[in-house]
């Protein structure tokens, strides 16, 4: 099962995307569309790495000093402290991380609402791994003509 932590947070990224043709609307991206998939993963792969690798020490590890070690630790600092230490507690659940992780991906991806005044669409999607969570994401067309994403439910 996905294991995601149930603090509301928002993760946002600016991506830049070629649009082709003059003056692109929000009418011609989609929720589906492979770059919004891509950037929706990566907005999502550190919050549930850090959620994967903190439940699998906590329920894996021999020592309970290894859970309250981490406890305040982002997923960066996660793999920083893993490569330091070398302790096989961490480097097992590191392994069962990124096991979990090459699975991620997008299903069910479905527009909620589009505002083209705003050139904004919301969408829905399932997040799936080893379970499924359910997240919402917006995208933005800026002025610019790039692709504003924000990910939301992580």
Do not use: W
């Not at 991506?15 to 043709?21: D, E, F, L, N, R």
């Not at 990566?42 to 590890?61: D, G, Q, R, V, W």
């Amino acid at each position: 099962m996905l294991h995601i932590s149930k603090v509301p947070s928002l993760m946002t990224l600016l991506v830049t995307i070629a649009i082709t043709g003059c003056s692109p609307t929000i009418s011609d991206i989609s929720c589906s569309d492979k770059n919004v998939q891509k950037t929706v993963i990566k907005l999502a792969t550190n919050p549930i790495a850090e959620s994967l690798f903190k439940s699998h020490i906590t329920y894996k590890a021999q020592s309970p000093g290894i859970a309250y070690r981490i406890k305040g630790m982002d997923y960066p600092a996660l793999l920083k402290l893993t490569k330091k230490n070398k302790l096989p507690e961490l480097d097992d659940a590191l392994s069962y991380t990124n096991k979990i992780l090459k699975k991620l991906r997008l299903e069910n991806m479905r527009m909620d609402s589009r505002n083209q005044d705003a050139n904004k669409m919301l969408c829905a999607a399932n997040l799936v791994a080893q379970g499924k969570a359910d997240i919402t994401y917006s995208v933005h067309l800026t002025e610019q003509e790039e692709l504003y994403v924000e990910v939301f439910g992580l």
